[in-house]
């Protein structure tokens, strides 16, 4: 496989990303076969002293991205979509199962344990900033691999 490929193989260590003052921790998501709907879960921190927020986010591996949360109606809890996520200054907002995250609606391939998945967030003042999902065991809560406090300082 050439640079088509999407999932590449590597351990799930902890990796972050900046995008001006907006830093984005450990990107990753749980291992999924293709044709369902994966999740993408993160922290995102303002460290800088503007408001910005995450309006959507683009992923070649899924037909369609949305950000949704999850509530609880009537005894029942329902994930539904939302237009975007408030980051005010100073402020972290973590993306995780249960709470807000990124659906990949539509996989196109499977989500492989130990892969890397290339996700693109959109910021209305930060941009786009690419990042990859570290990929876990199907039915993990988050942290597989992770060191925490270390981070391979990705992005600019």
């Known amino acids: 496989m050439g640079a088509g490929c999407l999932a590449l ?3 799930a260590l902890a990796h972050s990303y900046k995008a001006g003052e907006i830093e984005i ?3 990753w998501s749980r291992a999924a076969p293709a044709g369902i709907t994966g999740a993408g879960y993160m922290t995102l921190t303002n460290k800088g002293g503007t408001a910005d927020r995450l309006v959507g986010a683009r992923a070649v591996i899924a037909r369609t991205v949305e950000i949704h949360t999850h509530s609880m109606e009537g005894g029942v809890m329902r994930m539904r979509p939302v237009p975007g996520i408030d980051l005010p200054p100073g402020a972290s907002v973590t993306l995780q199962p249960g709470g807000l995250h990124i659906m990949l609606i539509g996989l196109k391939q499977p989500l492989v344990k130990d892969s890397r998945v290339p996700l693109t967030l959109v910021f209305e003042k930060a941009g786009e900033v ?3 999902l570290a990929v876990e065991a ?6 597989g691999g992770r060191e925490h406090g270390h981070s391979h300082g990705h992005g600019g």
């Open 9 to 11: 193989p590597i351990p």
């Open 25 to 27: 921790a450990h990107p």
């Open 130 to 132: 690419p990042v990859e």
């Open 138 to 143: 199907a039915g993990s809560r988050g942290g």
